[in-house]
């Protein structure tokens, strides 16, 4: 479409990292998937790329792949050395360059954040975490890495080197050395855990040297192949060295050979947010214009590649049009949508199913050694395992709720050409994220729903909302997926049924009038439902508020444009002070249910505003004036509230089961429908896809 061509065009403008030539400027950012690991002689990772491919990537970058045993970090990384990791990832590269894609491999040493418990090395001797110095990760303090010594340093570039070098046999298009994120060599870059007073430490050139010996090896054992170095845009740690010194450091890095500088930001440690989904789209683009500036102006010709909270192409266009990088690395996204760029390419935008920034399938599982996958679209780093393969036996399948489990569901069914109806009883799709996409941060919960219904749409599939299925309208289907999620749970305490008192649906939708809220129930609902009290929901106001913790490049016109997207809220809703909401919780910590990486950062944002948050505690009574309490050590206490919402748990909802039971009609229940404990969308959605698979393969 001519329309498309031109609001996409800088996107789509073909490029050269060093010597490849590539048909547009989205690279697959590196994302830690597990995959490379897999004992299944590489068909995994290879499925993995071929989809993301067939979908219109162009570069992938791997995950990281580890110069040494000890550099690993954790049980599912590989190391380039061993012949079984080489003999999959050669297999991966193949069939992506079958596909008509080009794969660059991540050279990756952890240091400090490598956790080896258990794993030894070939002789079978245990492995011990290196580093610059003996620096414990606050993380894992238990876990104390070894200093590295002069000799060990270099041969650690040596290393570095014969990697690239495997690397280049194996197949790969392009390596990329990790120097960002707080891995070995930004370790050694930095003050914070580089106390060395030798050759390789002691100011800041020196403890540069590192990294400057590091890609003049690379660099040297690839000849031509085009060599990538992701640097750190902004530690975001207390000493550390300035942005403006990375800078600098970029400059040193094309001096040596680096054909492309990707911007990272952030450490493990930092406690600024830098991927979660209250970080704003973009944010960090200024670090890489930064980087980007000071090679202009040393006269450096280096390639930079900006990265970090991009979802949208439409975004990514905009970026390009500034003139300041030259391509933006997107990750995660393309865990979410495989097709996200042929999507984009046709105008598709409604269909691209975006990443809702999440990280609960994919960062938080990576951090534990989890197999990765994505909460929007659980087919992601198990393509193998269900691959997309047409039916030669359609069936008629009811879908019976459009939450994240009946979508996961209803999706498959209709992709694999079943004939699918998803019935829906409210008007929309969406379910639990329909809610989400009220909560101030999760604008994005909304991409979800419009995305499956736009590709439902398309697949002939019938969406049938604004109906509630019976058994009648039921008993004619070949099988039916009981998805009908869950509703608020009510709980047993005198005075709940006043009429101030309403529970987290009717407060999120509807809103909640002025004055003083107690919260029942601190879990991840009532974090959401907080957060929405005291953040404003004029995006205009949340950038100004952005200001002080973010990078933030963009105006708040092009935020508040870009956050309309998606916007689902309530637009009258009052925002108030933290001051005038408590948020209570019997036992347990705050946002528990709420995911690794993005729990410290909702919960820390409600302390800062000033909620009140309170725990330890037993509820004697709902008054009208608000919640009477009794804490752990036998204080009684009245929490003032002119209203009170309730997020004490669910309740599964499925009202249909016993009829489809006694009827005998196939069917499978999933989601919060089957069972209400503990249940969030990772497992929802997860589970819909199985069912899908069981009710018609």
Partial sequence: MPATAELLARTFTPWSLGSLRLPHRVVVGSMHTGLEARDDGGEGLAAFYRERIAGGASLIVTGGLAVSPEGRGGPDYVVLSDPAAQERLAFAVNAAHEAGGAVCAQLFHAGRYAVLSGLTDGAGAPLQSVAPSSVPWAAAKSEVPRELTGAEVEEVVRQFADAAATAKRIGFDAVEVMASEGYLI?????????????????????????????????????????VTVRISGDDLMPGAPSPDQYARLAVRLAEEGADAISVGIGWHESRVPTVQASVPHGAWLA??????????????????????????????????????????????PFLADPLLIERSRSGDFAAVNTCIGC???????????????????????????????????????AVVGGGPA??????????????????????????????????????????????????LGRLGAVIATSTIATADLLADFDGVVLASGVRPRRIDVPGADLPHVMDYERAILAGVPEGPVAVIGGGGIGVDVATMLVEPADARERAAAFGPRFDLPWSADLLEERRAVWANRNPSRATRPGSEVTVLRRSGKFGQGVGITARWVVVGALRDAGVRMLSGLSYRRITPDGVEIQTDDGTVELIPAATVVVCAGQESHDPLRRDLEQRGILHEVVGGARDASRVDAVRATTEGLAAARRIAP
């Fill in 406 to 455: 009946g979508m996961a569901s209803a999706l498959d069914l209709a992709r694999r050409g079943h004939a699918v109806t998803l019935f829906e009883a409210a008007d929309a799709l969406g379910g639990q994220f329909a809610l989400a996409a009220h909560v101030p941060g999760k604008e994005d919960y909304a991409a979800t729903p419009r995305s499956v219904a736009a590709e």
């Fill in 186 to 226: 930004n370790q050694f870059c930095s003050p914070v855990t580089n106390l060395r007073d030798d050759e390789w430490g002691g100011d800041q050139e020196r403890r540069e040297r590192f990294a400057v010996e590091v890609i003049r090896a690379v660099r040297e054992a690839v000849g031509e192949l085009p």
């Fill in 359 to 397: 990280d609960q399938a994919c960062i938080d599982r990576s951090l534990v050694f989890q197999p990765v996958s994505c909460l929007v679209n659980p087919r992601a780093g198990r393509e193998s395992e269900f691959p997309v393969v047409a039916t030669r036996a359609r069936a008629h399948v």
């Fill in 287 to 332: 670090a890489a214009e930064r980087v980007s500036a000071a090679l202009a102006e040393g006269g450096k010709r280096a390639v930079v590649i900006a990265s970090n909270r991009f979802t949208d192409l439409r975004d990514v266009e905009q970026v390009l049009r500034r003139g300041t990088v030259d391509a933006v690395a997107l990750a995660r």
